[in-house]
């Protein structure tokens, strides 16, 4: 049996196609805000190990502005100046609390601090070194003589836990409490049946409460919402800023630094942390926000030093992320000794301003005055162009020569109806000689049929070639101008005709239009 095989190809044609390779897409990043450069600007510093929930951080009001942290049964005291050189380790250590601190707040001098346990808050007034207000599990808020250790005034209203108040920034008598009753009380020691004297309702369980910097505003937070109340106005809510997705636990006000005309300024801002891990900078004043970041961890509590150097934010894993301002520092000179009873803090000299720093002449410039300042406002000096300064001298020729040189019709036109006012412009070509009377046919061949300046130019032109007619004889070049001249007004003359005859045919129709 004969067997039968396939033939194969006498030969095997093969291509080889070049493949080009794919290339990575670079990242895209969105440029960032100069306020988004000014939250970045803080060098982040991580202090760990504290054990638990940063639950409450607080800055001293005064120099060098050392900021109390709570977690579990301690609160401890860090230096932000420290921070600079990477050293986290707190100054001092409070161990003698029977349970988890949950709030802290140092008094307006910077003296005295103020820490209560889970079953409670605690703060100072702001301009008051006399009392203290608390707030609890029982719904209670307590007004205290902090020198007699006894209870001034019991303020009822509340319905459920009360954990958060602040005072306000323009009157000792008045503060206000945030519950989880959903409510924000504002109260007022003056009054003598101890009820609030004003109430909103946030709609969540209020988590923390901050008076804004002006005293009429308030911020709070809940749920996953900072809300802006307007007290002056019967506690009228402003706005409702819902930019974290999990709830808002504590919000405070920061400022940031602006530059306007080349002298700065501070805004006030607040900043607000959440269980979803973002710190939110919102600008109240304009109603949006200006800047977000992520962190690893949910956020528990954030402060804001009063020199506008240092940020602090506590985390729920025992992690602060202190944030200190690049820079040199710029404090006070001297030693702070003895605060809060615990060791002295040295500070850095201030460095002395010379004559041969580029800062001593720009000292001050971002000042604002006050009230009984009398203010010396110095005039721009306004630069004038070279025409200009010519009309000044009266050198009327010379300021046309100039301006027609330049080709900026606005600005020919301009000096020439200057010229006309004065009884000058045809006194001046006059005096032309034969290149500046050029530039002059050159100008007027361009522009005399437009019909912005054809009112002053075409007149002119009539003027022009009346009186330099005998010149323009006598020059090839100048005849060459009155040729351009001519060839542009007979074309505007055309173009005139053509919409004329337009005008005659649609006239007519718009008539018969109008009858039906």
């Not at 895209?28 to 970045?40: A, D, I, V």
């Not at 001297?334 to 002295?344: D, K, Y």
């Not at 002449?361 to 000096?381: A, I």
Request: net charge positive.
């Amino acid at each position: 049996m004969a067997e039968i095989r396939a033939e194969e190809p006498a030969s095997t044609i093969s291509k080889t196609f070049l493949i080009k390779p794919k290339l990575k897409s670079k990242p895209r990043s969105l440029p960032q805000t100069p306020e988004s450069k000014y939250w970045s600007s803080f060098k982040s510093t991580k202090i760990p190990n504290l054990v638990s929930s940063i639950s409450s951080l607080s800055f001293s009001p005064s120099p060098p502005h050392l900021f109390a942290a709570a977690y579990s049964a301690s609160v401890s005291l860090f230096s932000p100046l420290s921070l600079s050189d990477g050293d986290v380790s707190p100054s001092s250590t409070i161990s003698s609390f029977s349970d988890v601190v949950s709030s802290i707040s140092f008094r307006n001098d910077g003296l005295l601090l103020a820490a209560s346990d889970l079953s409670g808050l605690i703060q100072y007034p702001v301009l008051d070194k006399l009392h203290l207000l608390s707030g609890g599990d029982d719904a209670v808020v307590k007004f205290w003589d902090v020198a007699g250790e006894s209870v001034v005034l019991d303020l009822m209203g509340h319905k459920d836990y009360v954990r958060c108040s602040d005072c306000s920034p323009v009157s000792p008598d008045l503060f206000v409490t945030g519950s989880y009753d959903h409510t924000v009380k504002v109260w007022d020691v003056r009054v003598e049946n101890s009820r609030s004297v004003l109430e909103v309702n946030h709609g969540k369980p209020v988590e923390d409460v901050i008076y804004l910097p002006s005293g009429g505003l308030i911020a709070t937070a809940g749920g996953n919402s900072v809300k802006i109340w307007d007290l002056i106005g019967g506690g009228r809510m402003v706005y409702s800023m819902e930019s974290h997705n999990k709830t808002v636990t504590s919000i405070c006000v920061g400022r940031v630094r602006k530059e306007n005309d080349g002298a700065e300024s501070m805004e006030d801002r607040i900043l607000s942390v959440g269980l979803d891990g973002y710190m939110k900078v919102f600008d109240f004043g304009n109603m949006k926000v200006t800047h977000s970041m992520r962190f690893p961890a949910p956020l528990m509590s954030v402060s804001f030093s009063p020199d506008c150097r240092t940020r602090v934010i506590g985390t729920s894993n025992g992690i602060i992320f202190a944030g200190r301002r690049k820079g040199k520092e710029n404090v006070e000179s001297g030693r702070v000794g003895n605060v809060l009873g615990f060791e002295s803090i040295s500070e850095p000299e201030r460095r002395v301003l010379r004559p041969t720093y580029f800062r001593y002449f720009h000292r001050g410039q971002s000042e604002k005055p006050t009230e009984g300042d009398y203010l010396v406002m110095r005039n721009k000096k306004i630069k004038l162009a070279e025409h200009d300064k010519l009309l000044k001298k009266f050198r009327h020729k010379d300021a046309l020569v100039s301006v027609l040189s330049r080709k900026n019709r606005e600005n020919v036109v301009a000096v020439m109806e200057e010229l006309v006012a004065r009884k000058k412009l045809l006194k001046c070509v006059s005096n032309l000689d034969s290149d500046e009377l050029g530039l002059l046919l050159t100008f007027l061949s361009k522009n005399a049929t437009m019909p912005r300046y054809s009112s002053l130019l075409m007149g002119l032109t009539k003027k022009v070639i009346e009186m330099r007619v005998e010149d323009i004889r006598n020059s090839d070049a100048l005849k060459g101008h009155i040729r351009n001249l001519k060839r542009s007004i007979e074309e505007e003359l055309r173009i005139q005709h053509s919409l004329q005859e337009i005008q005659g045919i649609i006239s007519p129709l718009l008539r018969i239009a109008g009858r039906r």
